[in-house]
């Protein structure tokens, strides 16, 4: 299954990504057009594993930034080959948007979201620092300037920070420095066919169900200049019932995150085989495997 996923995102992404992704080299594979591409692959092929193993159907579904296009290739609303050329132009606008060494990202642990907006309107002065990430509660990553996010730095230690870590990133996502690349990337997305979701998704931006193609355009747009809303997402889950989340993809930070914003819900990281035996061992009560063998019976 995972094969034939990556065969078929090689042939939308004109290489070989399952190469590129497992033997590099990584300056390559870091470019964020191609890492893009390698989470898209990696993400829709764990959710087939999962479908190929259970018969078990989400009631919603979401993704983390890039894991939205994920989110709605699974959730049947976009063509997986599409998906695919889209993320590559997507990354290739954000890395043209600001010039290489312009822009930062920053994790800042330990502060409410409200502080960290606050630190970032006093820190920007005539450039752009704004929140893009509310991860979990006291994890906030910071986007825009590479001054500016670093003037917002040294105000988060005033202001009692625990950590802040500047990331490895060439892209400052998530802020008002990507709207040239929104406006770049939306004629592509107004291109391309998209579908009303077999699977409700609800998006980064709004923390919305849309289930009409204009709308899903719309937030895709908006979701490139605005900040990841991580924490309301799984919140709006769980006041909607859901108790169980199964994380689709490489790791499992997602899983580490909804853990630190709702302890009520339990979550799996498909990171693995371990960890998907562990999730069909607690959802898989209709596997597919025991279907067969009640249908033998």
């Keep these: 299954v995972v094969q034939q996923t990556f065969a078929t995102a090689s042939e939308a992404a004109g290489y070989d990504v399952w190469h590129l992704a ?8 870091n470019l964020t057009h191609n890492t893009q591409v390698a989470m898209l692959a990696a993400g829709v092929a764990v959710w087939r594993v999962w479908q190929a193993q259970s018969s078990v159907v989400p009631a919603f579904m979401a993704g983390h930034s890039l894991g939205e296009y994920t989110a709605l290739v699974c959730a049947g609303a976009l063509d997986f080959g599409d998906a695919i050329r889209l993320v590559a132009l997507r990354g290739r606008y954000m890395q043209e948007a600001v010039p290489a060494g312009a822009g930062a990202m920053a994790a800042l642990l330990g502060l409410d979201d409200e502080q960290v907006v606050e630190i970032c309107r006093r820190a920007a002065e005539d450039e752009i620092v704004a929140a893009a990430n509310f991860n979990s509660p006291g994890q906030v990553v910071i986007s825009g300037h590479a001054h500016a996010v670093a003037r917002a730095v040294e105000r988060a230690k005033t202001a009692g920070v625990k ?10 996502s998530h802020c008002a420095l990507m709207q ?3 406006l770049r990337f939306a004629e592509h997305l107004h291109k391309t066919t998209f579908m009303a ?9 709004d923390v919305a169900v849309c289930t009409e ?6 937030a895709l747009v908006r979701q490139l200049y605005s900040p990841v809303r991580w924490s309301a997402i799984i919140r709006t889950l769980a006041d909607r019932g859901v108790s169980t989340l199964l994380e689709c993809g490489p790791g499992k ?4 995150l909804n853990k630190r914003i709702d302890t009520r819900l339990e979550s799996y990281a498909l990171e693995n085989k371990a960890g998907l035996e562990q999730a069909l061992d607690k959802l898989g009560v209709n596997s597919n495997k025991e279907l067969e063998h009640a249908a033998e019976r």
Aim: no cysteine.
């Design 253 to 256: 930070v997602l899983s580490g």
């Design 197 to 205: 979701p077999a699977v409700a998704v609800i998006n980064n931006v």
């Design 163 to 172: 950590r802040a870590i500047m990331l490895p990133v060439s892209v400052p």
């Design 22 to 29: 497992a033997h590099g080299p990584e300056a390559e594979l």
């Design 213 to 218: 193609p204009a709308a899903l355009r719309d």
């Design 180 to 182: 040239p690349a929104a």
